[in-house]
C-alpha cells in the first residue's frame, strides 16, 4: 500500500535546482512530521532534512544546510523540498517518510513507518 506519492526528481547540472514534491492521501498529514530521505548507490540511507506539523521547525543535515529548504502545505497535503547550487554527490534517490525525528522536538522510536517509492535525482558535473 502507497502512503506517500514522491515527483519532481531529475538529471540537473551541477549548480542547478530542482523541486521534489511529496503527497498523501492516505494519511492525516498535519498528524505527522514530514521528512526527506535519502540513498546513494552503496550507501546508506541518510536523513536530509524534517519538518514540523505545523512547519515552525526544520532540521537540516549539514550538508545541504543553506542549499536546500523544507517546506509543508498542509491544505494541500504535500511536502516539498527545494533544493539549489545542487552539487553531483547529492545524487540520490529521495525519499519521503511520514513520522521523520526532528532534534529537540520530537523522537520516533524506530524511525519513520511511513515511505514514499522514491524518486531518483542525478546531477552531472
Known amino acids: 500500500q502507497v502512503h506517500l506519492v514522491e515527483s519532481g526528481g531529475g538529471l540537473v547540472q551541477a549548480g542547478g535546482s530542482l523541486r521534489l514534491s511529496c503527497t498523501t492521501s492516505a494519511l492525516p498529514f498535519d498528524d505527522y512530521t514530514m521528512g526527506w530521505f535519502r540513498q546513494a548507490p552503496g550507501k546508506e540511507r541518510e536523513g536530509v532534512s524534517c519538518?514540523?506539523?505545523?512547519?515552525?521547525?526544520?532540521y537540516y543535515t549539514d550538508s545541504v544546510k543553506g542549499r536546500f529548504t523544507i517546506s509543508r502545505d498542509n491544505a494541500k497535503n504535500t511536502l516539498y523540498l527545494q533544493m539549489n547550487s545542487l552539487k553531483p554527490e547529492d545524487t540520490a534517490m529521495y525519499y519521503c517518510?511520514?513520522?521523520?525525528?526532528?532534534?529537540?522536538?520530537?523522537?520516533?522510536?524506530?524511525?519513520?513507518?511511513?515511505w514514499g517509492q522514491g524518486t531518483q535525482v542525478t546531477i552531472s558535473s
Open positions: 519538518i514540523s506539523w505545523s512547519g515552525e521547525d526544520t
Open positions: 517518510a511520514a513520522d521523520c525525528d526532528l532534534p529537540g522536538v520530537y523522537y520516533k522510536i524506530g524511525g519513520p513507518n511511513y
